[in-house]
């Protein structure tokens, strides 16, 4: 393979890892820095046959930019611009690469915020968390990424470039293409730029309340009591007790610890002693926070997932399951039944408010912790729920997702999927062997089997 052609586009020749500790061993790393360098780079690709794999911070938990010695990888850290900010139409336009920390606080020095937070937005970039869907901590309230991506520029396999939506509020004009790339991680084309929706930063004071808990299980009929009195949190996350007693060791968190860990609820004023109501009984304090000590316990969580790799010398996986909020206390039970016969602990960490549970599984033994993860993710399948909320699936959670979708939604779903892969890439070169592709693969595994759809 001759790169001479493209040698007057930065690049190096290294190798990666990311956040789970996935080896990523490419070719070559181009650094484009518009979206012309980008269109080179990917004609080549498909001329000469070789996987193109986009690179954002490297915050991926599923082996999603996993390459094996055969792949271009194309790092988006030169093409980091914020493009325009429409404070009329309210309306960002930016490359890939920025990272989201720095987009968030330019916006809010104009007085505007993009809610979506990914507890890694202090890392990751905002091309990676729209190609994943990144949720966040405010999702229980604004939803992902996928709720604020209007349009996008995208490279297709082929090197066309084409754009996709429009930077409006409304718009019915055809086949939701958008929502087609969102969440898609990089397997049908190259996001060169993103149109994302603002709003103004609300007016209401909003505060934190920091419950610690009696128990584990007191956290779900929390979130069930919030939900029956018809309170919607900005914010409702839960770290448990082994979570919190890492964040005190490895990050001087200094918090206090209780077996039952720790739930934090964000709310307008007005509505505190309302949230407080629902925690009698249940807690074994509670603290109000407002201002720099609110602040303190939200970088508190967004950093959880650091002090938990401190804690498990990167011998874990990160789980992301899904489950209907109903289900909550029993999906908690089922955990501790799960952790009890592994002789484990889970270290939760979760966007309990919707659902969303990250039980972190650190096994030594690989066969073990691979037996624990999977039997976690088909917990949330028989429960109705997902084996991914915003982590994605990458390689880790193929086989999973084959099986959520042919027993949810049926096989001619999975088809439709891998039919629009190969319309789109028929060559296979945008980051193969991953996500629908390979849960493709796992197809004739369920053929056989009767499958009752729910």
């Known amino acids: 393979m001759d790169l001479k052609e493209l040698e007057d586009i930065e690049h190096s020749q290294e190798e990666r890892e990311d956040f789970s500790g996935?080896?990523?061993?490419?070719?070559?790393?181009?650094?484009?820095k518009n979206e012309e360098d980008v269109v080179r780079i990917v004609k080549f690709a498909k001329q000469n046959k070789i996987p193109v794999i986009a690179w954002g911070s490297g915050t991926s938990l599923t082996g999603a930019v996993s390459c094996n010695g055969n792949c271009i990888l194309?790092?988006?850290?030169?093409?980091?611009?914020?493009?325009?900010?429409n404070e009329i139409d309210w309306y960002v336009r930016v490359q890939p690469g920025i990272k989201l920390i720095d987009l968030f606080e330019e916006l809010e020095r104009k007085g505007f915020m993009l809610p979506p937070d990914p507890a890694s937005f202090f890392l990751c970039s905002v091309g990676g968390a729209v190609a994943e869907s990144s949720g966040g901590m405010k999702g229980v309230r604004y939803g992902s990424f996928?709720?604020?991506?209007?349009?996008?520029?995208?490279?297709?396999p082929s090197g066309e470039v084409i754009k996709v939506g429009?930077?409006?509020?409304?718009?019915?004009?055809?086949?939701?293409?958008?929502?087609?790339?969102?969440g898609s991680e990089g397997t049908l084309g190259i996001i060169t730029e993103i149109w994302l929706r603002i709003i103004p930063i609300p007016k209401r004071k909003m505060v934190t309340i920091a419950a610690l808990l009696k128990d584990f299980e007191s956290a779900a009929d929390v979130i069930i009591g919030l939900r029956k009195n018809r309170i919607l949190p900005e914010l409702s996350e839960y770290v448990d007790a082994d979570v919190v007693r890492a964040l005190n060791k490895h990050l001087n968190a200094?918090?206090?610890?209780t077996e039952g860990g720790m739930l934090l609820i964000s709310i307008e004023e007005d509505m505190v002693n309302d949230v407080l109501k629902v925690l009698e009984g249940k807690t074994v304090n509670v603290m109000v926070a407002e201002g720099e000590e609110a602040n303190k316990l939200y970088s508190l969580r967004a950093q959880a997932a650091i002090a938990v790799k401190a804690e498990s010398k990167n011998v874990f996986y990160a789980e992301d399951i899904v489950v209907p909020i109903s289900k909550l206390p029993e999906a908690?039970?089922?955990?501790k039944e799960i952790a009890a016969k592994y002789n484990t602990k889970f270290y939760v960490i979760s966007h309990i408010g919707d659902g969303n549970l990250h039980p972190n599984i650190i096994i030594e033994d690989k066969?073990?912790?691979?037996?624990?993860?999977?039997?976690?993710?088909?917990?949330?399948?028989?429960?109705g729920g997902s084996v991914s909320?915003?982590?994605?699936?990458?390689?880790?959670?193929?086989?999973?997702?084959?099986?959520?979708?042919?027993?949810h939604n049926g096989r001619a779903v999975l088809d439709l999927m891998y039919e629009i892969k190969k319309l789109i890439d028929p060559d296979n070169i945008m980051n193969p062997g991953k996500y629908v592709e390979l849960a493709y693969k796992y197809y004739k595994e369920f053929s056989s089997q009767p499958i009752e759809i729910k």
């Open 22 to 32: 996935e080896k990523v061993k490419p070719v070559i790393v181009f650094y484009p």
């Open 74 to 85: 194309i790092d988006f850290s030169k093409m980091n611009k914020i493009l325009e900010i």
């Open 146 to 156: 996928r709720e604020w991506v209007l349009a996008l520029r995208v490279v297709l």
């Open 166 to 182: 429009e930077p409006l509020r409304k718009n019915r004009a055809g086949y939701d293409l958008v929502h087609l790339f969102v």
């Open 254 to 257: 200094g918090l206090k610890e």
């Open 332 to 335: 908690i039970r089922r955990l």
């Open 367 to 383: 066969e073990a912790r691979e037996r624990a993860f999977e039997e976690i993710a088909r917990m949330a399948i028989e429960m």
């Open 389 to 407: 909320g915003e982590h994605g699936i990458g390689t880790q959670k193929a086989k999973l997702m084959a099986e959520q979708i042919i027993k």
